[in-house]
């Protein structure tokens, strides 16, 4: 079946730095891809999307590129700020009549000034 | 536009009873789904309902069911609660033919 396998956190790294969070899935069709974000005491916000091969999506400051050869949707930022902590979710979705996300287990990340 | 909003926001229930969950989706969104989120299982696809009929299920016992109105708005039902009921419950809707939900607050159900 469908499936994403995200990066094993927490994640913990100094302001300033450089952020990488990898993803890969496994999927039986063509699925557009999802970076969604989870800050404290809330529900998921879209972060980015790509919906094909080579496809960036990207957003305050956040990118990733959709690698069809390599299953992959890695989350990278140049430069973290203190208030990109949060848990962040890699998701697949494939329409097939119907809607239904397909997401990673998370992984928490903090960043200390 | 408004987001998806959900309510109530947070509910303690003790083992056995029922509860009811609601969701009202972005205005002209009428795919709405609902997800659980846990510690242990992360987050789990429940259900998904278009114009008031169901189109997908998740692997969740009888006792989770759903209906949506034919304002869209959605509403979940946990019978017979038990301990491992809970969770975050999010809603999310989508309009029609995109790829992108988007998600409520959540509500917080406690099971005691």
């Known amino acids: 079946g469908d499936s994403v396998t995200q990066m094993e956190g927490p994640v913990t790294l100094s302001e300033e730095a450089f952020l990488t969070i990898n993803c890969t899935y496994t999927a039986t069709g063509y699925p557009s891809l999802f970076w969604y974000v989870q800050y404290p005491g809330e529900g998921l916000q879209l972060l980015l999307k790509?919906?094909?091969?080579?496809d960036k999506g990207s957003n305050k400051g956040f990118e990733a590129t959709y690698r069809k050869e390599t299953t992959s949707f890695h989350l990278e930022k140049g430069s973290v700020q203190v208030s990109d902590s949060a848990v962040y979710f890699c998701a697949l979705s494939i329409i097939q009549g119907a809607q239904k996300l397909v997401f990673g287990q998370g992984t928490r990340l903090t960043i200390n000034p | 536009k408004a987001g998806v909003t959900q309510t109530p926001r947070y509910l303690i229930k003790t083992r056995g009873q029922q509860v009811t969950l609601s969701c009202s989706p972005i205005s002209g969104h009428r795919s709405v789904s609902w997800y659980q989120q846990t510690p242990g299982q992360g987050l789990q696809f429940l259900f998904e309902?278009?114009?008031?009929?169901?189109?997908n299920k998740g692997n969740f016992p009888g006792r989770f069911s759903g209906r949506q109105f034919s304002n869209s708005r959605s509403e979940m039902n946990v019978s017979t609660l038990e301990l491992g009921d809970s969770a975050l419950y999010l809603c999310a809707s989508a309009g029609q033919g995109a790829d992108t939900q988007y998600f409520g607050p959540g509500t917080r159900l406690t099971v005691l």
């Open positions: 790509a919906t094909k091969a080579d």
């Open positions: 309902y278009f114009s008031e009929t169901q189109r």
